[in-house]
């Protein structure tokens, strides 16, 4: 008998109890990213102006992963969730308002995410109204230096394709 096993065997118990239709929690959720794979909605929210193509970056709680960085909103697909429903979600907490022509651009699988192995599913968007207070639009060649790397380097250019 392996060393694990039984380690392994309690795990199983606990995690039956574990409702998938409700949210897990930041610690449960962290574990749980550590050993599957997660899929994420990132929604890049884009506009044209005057000065240039902007976007809309939300600032991560300091208590979050990332904390303290801003970052494209997003959210983790849920069990049994459709992508649709992901974005209303998004949408609410967010506080972003109605999320309009969304166009998608691409995914990209990050093996090397702060939370474990994630799948990205990228959409450039535009939104109807915005009463979000937590963010701020920036100039596409002006974002924040504590901007997330990957969102920096791999979503933003490749929703930038699609807009």
Do not use: Q
Request: charged share 25%; with cysteine.
């Amino acid at each position: 008998m392996n060393v694990y096993d039984n380690d392994n065997k309690n795990a199983a118990k606990v995690l039956k109890r574990v409702n998938p239709k409700l949210p897990y929690g930041t610690e449960l959720f962290n574990e749980l990213a550590r050993i599957t794979i997660g899929i994420a909605i990132e929604a890049v929210i884009l506009r044209n102006t005057p000065k240039g193509k902007e976007i809309f970056l939300s600032k991560r709680k300091e208590e979050e992963s990332y904390g303290g960085l801003w970052h494209c909103p997003g959210t983790f697909l849920r069990t049994g969730e459709t992508t649709e429903s992901a974005f209303i979600r998004l949408e609410e907490k967010e506080d972003i308002g109605k999320i309009l022509n969304k166009k998608f651009a691409g995914f990209d699988n990050n093996l090397h995410e702060k939370r474990g192995h994630v799948v990205h599913l990228i959409f450039a968007c535009e939104v109807e109204t915005f009463p979000n207070s937590n963010g701020a639009w920036f100039l596409i060649d002006a974002l924040p230096v504590e901007t997330v790397d990957h969102h920096k380097m791999v979503v933003i250019p490749m929703a930038l394709s699609k807009f």
